[in-house]
């Protein structure tokens, strides 16, 4: 479990008694993909099937559409970059490697049109993986927009909605599946005039969308890596503050050693603490059955129930998300 270990002290709720001051402790988890991606595929080729086509390339330039054809390649390279980056952080596909592909020999650009298998395997090199992801094809409309925040404050945003079609072959079985997804990225503009009048700030935030349009599309296929934060209570015995140093630290077992002698402290506050604490390090070690029976101990010993109604249902969700992460990863 990756840790980035952010606490930021929060206002003690009014009528929970004592020197106890609820934090915010922040942690990296990993969170199961949308799609669920067969278990063969272990590695992926990420390719751009604008690079596929020779021809295409060759009529932009003889109707004089070069500026459009380089225009389209480059923003479809970003997202094939914008998607090979993200994917490299999951432990989903552990052999993948990325591969953008610049010079291919031509197929027919026409997205609704597999690419042909003898073309897909070339794609591979010397090196034959269980899957090539294409970007198909995309595209996108841009605004500028003008919203009041709480009802008040005038905001000026850009806001790139891209639409993405992607294709992905399967080599073990030769088969393919589409997958359309449509991302909207917003921009804040300071001073819109200037924005307006300026081609190049513009096309600056395209790519900058579209490379995210990439990473959205590989959190959708792979499990993905993305912070979370508990409350926790570092402050009253100084094992507390012990416990939560080593919770930054991604070390649970230790956190959890030092805060079991407290959840049966005579102070009743405190064990209830103690034993809410407990559910926060059993979380970070992925055991939520565990947590949730802590968290239930805490709440029996008088614990804010704001804190426990809060927690609940994030435990919850996230045993969801861990049985779903067993069958990704398996």
């Not at 004592?18 to 992926?44: F, H, M, W």
């Not at 090539?132 to 605004?143: P, W």
């Not at 969308?209 to 990473?215: P, R, S």
Request: net charge neutral.
């Amino acid at each position: 479990m990756k840790v980035t270990g952010i606490l930021s002290v929060l206002a003690m709720l009014a009528g929970f008694s004592g020197c106890y001051t609820a934090t915010l402790l922040e942690y990296d988890a990993l969170k199961p993909a949308d799609v669920n991606i067969p278990q063969s595929v272990r590695s992926l080729v990420v390719i751009d099937r604008c690079d596929l086509d020779s021809t295409f390339k060759a009529t932009a330039y003889s109707m004089g559409r070069t500026a459009d054809f380089n225009r389209d390649s480059v923003l479809s390279k970003l997202a094939v970059l914008g998607c090979s980056d993200a994917l490299l952080e999951s432990p989903r596909f552990s052999l993948f490697i990325p591969s953008l592909h610049r010079s291919l020999i031509g197929e027919d650009l026409d997205a609704n049109i597999r690419i042909p298998w003898k073309t897909i395997l070339s794609t591979m090199g010397d090196t034959l993986r269980d899957a090539v992801l294409s970007f198909e094809a995309g595209s996108f409309d841009d605004t500028l927009k003008y919203t009041l925040v709480d009802g008040w404050i005038g905001v000026y945003q850009y806001e790139v909605k891209v639409t993405s079609f992607w294709r992905l072959y399967r080599i073990s079985d030769f088969q393919s599946v589409d997958y359309r997804f449509v991302d909207t990225i917003g921009f804040d503009v300071e001073n819109p005039a200037e924005f307006i009048s300026s081609a190049a700030q513009r096309m600056e935030c395209i790519k900058s969308a579209i490379y995210t349009v990439g990473a959205n599309t590989a959190r959708r296929i792979a499990p993905w890596w993305t912070g979370v934060q508990r409350n926790f209570f570092s402050y009253g015995p100084k094992a507390f503050t012990t416990a939560a140093s080593r919770l930054r630290l991604g070390n649970w077992k230790d956190a959890a050693e030092i805060l079991r002698p407290y959840t049966e402290s005579k102070h009743k506050l405190q064990s209830a603490i103690a034993c809410f604490n407990m559910a926060v390090a059993c979380e970070m070690a992925n055991t939520v059955d565990v947590a949730l029976e802590w968290l239930n101990k805490s709440e029996k010993l008088g614990m804010e129930p704001y804190y426990i109604l809060e927690y609940k249902p994030k435990l919850i969700r996230r045993k969801t998300e861990l049985d779903q992460l067993d069958r990704q990863l398996k």
